[in-house]
C-alpha cells in the first residue's frame, strides 16, 4: 500500500488543505532531527521502516542526499513528504526536515548482562548511575556527555526513569543511537554488589544541601585509583536518602562566587558534565603531552 | 481596577468555564516559575505589578507563603488565581504555580559602562563573551553556569543574540535575576581592544572542526597568567571566522573515546561549564586544602 498522504505531497499543495494523517506501522515510533535519524540509520539496533523527507534545497540538500543513501543501503523506503506532515509525524517537535518510523530501543537489563563480570576490576572503569531520572531533555544530554566523555556504561533505575523515546535521542544528538544505555530493578543491591568487587560508589551533592555519615569532597580533591561509579539524581530531588548511604563519598563542584540562596547549583547535565571530565582529566593527563608548563 | 477572571477563580468553577484573559500593564512581561519570580522579588532591577500564585496544597504551600512575604515587603500585590490562568498568562510553560507581571530587563551596554577603565589586569579575570546565541534555553543554562562558577561578566554580541526573556531566566534558575548581563554592537572591535589592553582571548574548537592560524589546545593545558575572555558561538555553527581570528589560542575539551562521525561535540551548556570549571579550577586549587594527596 501507498500512504494516502502521499498525493497531498508538493508545493502546489492548496493552503488549508488538510493533512492526512500517516498510518503507521504497529509498534512503531517516529524518531526525528538529523543526528538520531543517521545515527539509526548507521547502526543494526532498530527495525526501520520508513525515511520521511522534506524536499530541500540549499546547503540541507546534501544532508537529504547523505540520508538517502544511507537508506539505501538499509533497504529502507524513502518518502518525500512536505513540512506539515513531518510536523504531524513527530507531534511538532524540531525534524529538521526529517523523520524515521523504526522500532523502539530497549534498555538493556543488567540483570541479563554476562560480560562484566570478565571485566578486571583493575581497568580504569567509569560507570553512570542515574536514579530516576524522568526528564527526557536531561536524559538525552547526559547521554551525549556520558559518551563524549568515555563513559563505560550508563546504568538507570528502571522504577521512574524515563524510557530511551525518540525525544531523549535527539536531545543525545543520537548519541543513544550508539550507546547501549543499561537499565536495573534494584538499583541498592547492584550498589552494593559492585561496592562488594571493589568498586568506589560516588555521589554528588550541591552546596545547599547536607549528608549526612558520607564524606563529601571537592571534585578537584577526588583521586581516581580503582573503578568508579558515579551516581547522578533527578534536577528536582537529587538522590534518594538510600542510595546516599550506600556512597563511599559526595562530590562537591566548588562554586567561583558567593551564592545567592535559592541559585545555588548548576544544571544536572552541566554538573555531570563538569563531574565526568573531571574525573577523567587524571586519565587524560597521563597521555597528553604538557605543552605548557608553568 | 481588579482583572475580570478573579471572580473565576476556585475550585467550583464549573469545568469546561471560559478563562477570561488576564489585561496586562502596559510594556510589562509576565516571569514564570519559582526561582524567576523569587529571584525578581529579592532585587530592585524590575519594577514588579503582581503576583499570580496558585491555591497550593502540600510542600508548595511553604513555597506560597515565602513568595507572599517577599510580595509583602515589596508592596505588590499578591492575586490567587487557578492553574489554567497561570497556564494562559505564560504560554503554557511551566510554571510551577507562580508567575509575575514585571517590566522586561535589558542588556547593559558595554559601550555605556564606566566601570571596567578602573579594573587592574593583573586579576584574575574571567569574562565570557556569547556570540550569536540565539536558543534561550542555551542562554540561560550559560548564564546559570557561568554565575555559579564565577565569571566575572557576560557579553553578548547584541545582534543575533536572544533578549533577557522569562524563558531565559527559567532556564537561567533564576541567576538572570541577579547577575548583569553585558551586550555589545561591535564584538570585533571590544575583542581586538580588550587584547590591546592584555586580555588573552580564548575560543573553543570541537574536534570535527578546523581552525586556521589559531593554535589549538587541550583545555587541560591551558594556564592562566592574564586576564581571559572565553568566546562561545552558537550550537549550530560555532564562532564565525572573524571571531575566530580574533582569538589567541582555541580551547578543545579531549573526548574519551573514539567517537563515531556525526556525534562528535558536547552540548554547548555543558561544553562551556566543563571549559570555565577546567579554568576555575586553577584558581581553586590555590585556596582549597588538598586533603587525599597522592
Known sequence: WLPSFVELKGRSRP????????ERTRGSEILFGVAPCSMALSQARRDLFRLFLKQSVGPQRLVSSELVLQAAARGVPVLHVGRRELDELCGGRVHQGVCLEATPL????????EGSDGESTNRQLLWLVLEQIQDPM???ALLRSAYFLGVDRVVTSRRNSCPLTPTVSKASSGAMEVFD????????????????????VVGTVSQSETVENVPVISCLEFRWNKPII???????????LETQLLCHQMLLIPSGRTLHPGIESLNVSVATGILLHSICSQKLRKVLPLQQQG
Open 138 to 140: 536531561n536524559l538525552g
Open 106 to 113: 530497549r534498555y538493556k537489563r543488567m540483570e541479563e548482562d
Open 230 to 240: 558515579l551516581v547522578i539524581g533527578s534536577e528536582g530531588d537529587g538522590l534518594s
Open 181 to 200: 544505555v543499561y537499565s536495573t530493578d534494584d538499583l541498592r543491591s547492584f550498589l552494593k554488589a559492585k561496592a562488594a568487587e571493589g568498586w568506589e
Open 15 to 22: 493552503q488549508g488543505r488538510r493533512v492526512l494523517p500517516i
